[in-house]
């Protein structure tokens, strides 16, 4: 609905605008950076508690602690431990790409790390088990059996996280309102806003039609990578 009752003209010319490309930029790579180090992070304890451990839901809990966690609060914690005079100010994250791609990462651990502990339980324990029978050391068998069995969940992981990433107000908001980056089409470093934090203001600003369509142009570019996504990534289409 929201893209349909948009009037063409103004689309095209918050398309062709420079400081709308830059906000819808940043939206896509930062969420992106955050993903890529979420799942890092969070493939191995994915898998340690897939296995199963003494504590381990305790930790699952904390795992799931930043659903329900008001994200402002989020936002504020990270700015006590990285801010300016912080627990630990040689890491000021304020205004600044890292402190968006944090408060990203903690807003969407819960859906990577979640992901893959499924993938990871879906596995026949009976592959692993023959692997190891025939040699294979603990690395060997993660290596060769068990991440390619589990790989489905892991990308699954990756992309709730850069999604959720990409919808994100609160956190980024209190951390990165104002980020400074690289912006390669421009080639230095330019100052802009998320786009969740960028359509508000432009609501505040400007009214309705403008940031409705640069809503539009949001969803219209979220679904087209979604549909890459479908095709590209997974073999048997659709998700797993």
Same mark, same amino acid.
């Given at each position: 609905?929201?893209?349909?009752? *948009?009037?063409?003209?103004?689309?095209?010319?918050?398309?062709?605008?420079?400081?709308? *490309?830059?906000?819808?930029?940043?939206?896509?790579?930062?969420?992106?950076?955050?993903?890529?180090?979420?799942?890092?992070?969070?493939?191995?304890?994915?898998?340690?508690?897939?296995?199963?451990?003494?504590?381990?839901?305790?930790?699952?809990?904390?795992?799931?602690?930043?659903?329900?966690?008001?994200?402002?609060?989020?936002?504020?914690?990270?700015?006590?431990?990285?801010?300016?005079?912080?627990?630990?100010?040689?890491?000021?994250?304020?205004?600044?790409? &890292?402190?968006?791609?944090?408060?990203?990462?903690?807003? =969407?651990?819960?859906?990577?790390?979640? &992901? &893959?502990?499924?993938?990871?339980?879906?596995?026949?324990?009976?592959?692993?088990?023959?692997?190891?029978?025939?040699?294979?050391?603990?690395?060997?068998?993660?290596?060769?059996?068990?991440?390619?069995?589990?790989?489905?969940?892991?990308?699954?992981?990756?992309?709730?996280?850069?999604?959720?990433?990409?919808?994100?107000?609160?956190?980024?908001?209190?951390?990165?309102?104002?980020?400074?980056?690289?912006?390669?089409?421009?080639?230095?470093?330019?100052?802009? *806003?998320?786009?969740?934090?960028?359509?508000?203001?432009?609501?505040? =600003? *400007?009214?309705?039609?403008?940031?409705?369509?640069? =809503?539009?142009?949001?969803?219209?570019?979220?679904?087209?990578?979604?549909?890459?996504?479908?095709?590209?990534?997974?073999?048997?289409?659709?998700?797993?």
């Amino acid at each position: 609905m929201i893209v349909a009752r *948009q009037d063409p003209g103004l689309v095209f010319e918050k398309a062709t605008n420079p400081a709308v *490309q830059r906000s819808l930029y940043i939206t896509i790579f930062a969420p992106l950076l955050a993903a890529v180090a979420t799942v890092a992070l969070g493939v191995p304890l994915a898998y340690l508690l897939s296995r199963g451990f003494p504590g381990h839901t305790l930790v699952e809990s904390l795992v799931d602690l930043p659903l329900v966690v008001p994200h402002s609060v989020a936002g504020l914690a990270i700015l006590f431990a990285f801010g300016r005079s912080a627990a630990f100010p040689d890491l000021n994250v304020y205004l600044g790409l &890292a402190g968006m791609v944090l408060a990203m990462m903690f807003v =969407s651990a819960p859906f990577a790390v979640n &992901a &893959a502990r499924e993938g990871f339980e879906a596995t026949d324990d009976g592959l692993s088990r023959a692997a190891r029978s025939l040699g294979a050391n603990r690395w060997e068998t993660f290596k060769r059996v068990e991440a390619p069995l589990a790989a489905r969940g892991v990308l699954t992981g990756g992309v709730l996280s850069w999604a959720r990433s990409v919808s994100e107000f609160g956190a980024v908001a209190v951390v990165a309102y104002n980020v400074s980056f690289f912006y390669p089409p421009a080639g230095e470093n330019v100052t802009s *806003q998320h786009a969740p934090v960028f359509i508000y203001n432009t609501f505040t =600003s *400007q009214g309705l039609a403008d940031s409705g369509a640069i =809503s539009a142009l949001l969803l219209v570019l979220v679904a087209v990578i979604f549909v890459l996504i479908r095709t590209v990534a997974y073999d048997e289409g659709g998700w797993p």
